[in-house]
């Protein structure tokens, strides 16, 4: 009898592999980093945005891997997700920190989540295209708390009683870093490669302990890109494991974001110009930004001089000068209004921006038309003495 009292307080604590302790913390570490990367590769990435084909056979481990470790459902997440990019940033969308608060979308993530898969509207209005076979409906949709309950029974035999221990982490890793971390600060803080219509941030450059969707403003900019990183220091760990996995004839990339091409010396404005500079808009209006910056340090000090603005009003101005000028509410405008009021050179680099952005937004104007506005505002830009401004311009025609 004693024996089997040894025996079982021996498995209690130490389970059937009797790991130490750095080797459960090993194990916990790689177990919901597979997680993150099913998440981002299968839920993400495939299904929500269709960025690309996934073969059977990893399809078929992230479903069973899933239904293991988060309990969800694809077409409910694939569904709220889809939501929340057509509706990003309003009232209805299920999850923005800009309309419910920062502090409900780090903290509540996922309950805000579980209510909103619960909407039978957003199901049938967004979950389409979702897998439906026997296994979806029979198992993974329909005993889909059972999948949680046998990882349990997998930890608690691998490692004893630490393996609750384990089994918890696993099951607060997706709610903490998907449905908090990222649906919130990546909303909320943060820097921006783009100025796309919503408040989508980068979180960090380096994206590896999320698997890439800490690169979440490159994402909201090119959604339905299976890359999300952009810049040459960014790093997109789940971009890594896509190509390995196309490398072995497993997956199939559909898009990817537009990288910029330029025809060294081009001086014509010609329809490929118009078609490059349309379709890398968001590289272009980000180079614009650039631009203003350096024009602004050059400007700031005749400034405050002039006008005798505080610091504190000038930078708030500037924040503002480099936004996306629609996105600018009344009081806004009004206070950079009377800042430029002060600066023809930031006027007139204001006004140019504005002008810039009308040429792909005319959905009535002919493409011969387009040309032409292209043409008259490079040839503008160039004779407006100011040198940043013309330096953009003459990056601009190269766009092909």
């Excluded at 800009?98 to 502090?103: A, L, P, Y």
Aim: aromatic share 10%.
């Amino acid at each position: 009898m004693s024996t089997f009292i040894e025996s079982l307080v021996d498995f209690l604590s130490n389970g059937l592999t009797r790991a130490s302790g750095w080797e459960v913390f090993i194990y916990t570490m790689v177990v919901t980093h597979i997680t993150i990367a099913s998440v981002t590769i299968f839920l993400h990435r495939c299904q929500a945005h269709r960025a690309l084909e996934l073969h059977a056979i990893p399809s078929h481990f992230f479903r069973f891997w899933l239904w293991m470790t988060t309990g969800q459902v694809t077409k409910e997440w694939a569904a709220v997700h889809r939501k929340h990019h057509a509706k990003c940033e309003t009232e209805e969308d299920p999850h923005s920190p800009q309309t419910r608060g920062i502090k409900k979308v780090l903290l509540e993530g996922a309950e805000l989540y579980r209510i909103e898969s619960k909407n039978q509207e957003t199901l049938q209005k967004y979950g389409h295209g979702t897998p439906d076979d026997w296994m979806e409906r029979n198992v993974y949709t329909r005993f889909s708390w059972q999948g949680l309950a046998l990882m349990l029974i997998i930890n608690f035999s691998l490692f004893g009683v630490i393996g609750v221990t384990v089994w918890a982490v696993q099951m607060m890793w997706i709610p903490i870093t998907a449905a908090g971390i990222i649906n919130g600060i990546g909303h909320y803080w943060g820097y921006r490669n783009y100025d796309c219509v919503d408040a989508s941030t980068n979180i960090f450059p380096i994206g590896i302990l999320i698997g890439g969707e800490e690169l979440h403003n490159n994402h909201h900019t090119f959604g339905t890109s299976a890359k999300l990183s952009s810049k040459w220091y960014e790093f997109d760990i789940g971009w890594l494991y896509i190509r390995t996995l196309e490398t072995l004839g497993l997956a199939k990339v559909k898009k990817v974001a537009p990288e910029p091409k330029f025809v060294a010396n081009k001086a014509a404005v010609d329809m490929e110009t118009l078609q490059a500079v349309i379709t890398n808009r968001y590289d272009v209006m980000a180079k614009y930004a650039k631009t203003l910056r350096r024009t602004w340090r050059e400007e700031v000090a005749s400034l405050r001089e002039k006008a005798q603005f505080e610091a504190a009003r000038l930078k708030a101005t500037k924040v503002l000068l480099q936004r996306e000028p629609s996105k600018l509410v009344s009081e806004q405008q009004q206070a950079l209004s009377e800042v430029l009021a002060h600066s023809n050179v930031l006027k007139t680099m204001h006004d140019m921006r504005v002008e810039l952005g009308l040429i792909w937004e005319r959905s009535t104007v002919s493409r011969e038309q387009l040309v032409q506005q292209l043409q008259d505002w490079c040839t503008r830009a160039e004779a407006s003495g100011i040198k940043t401004l013309q330096e953009f311009s003459l990056r601009l025609r190269t766009y092909a």
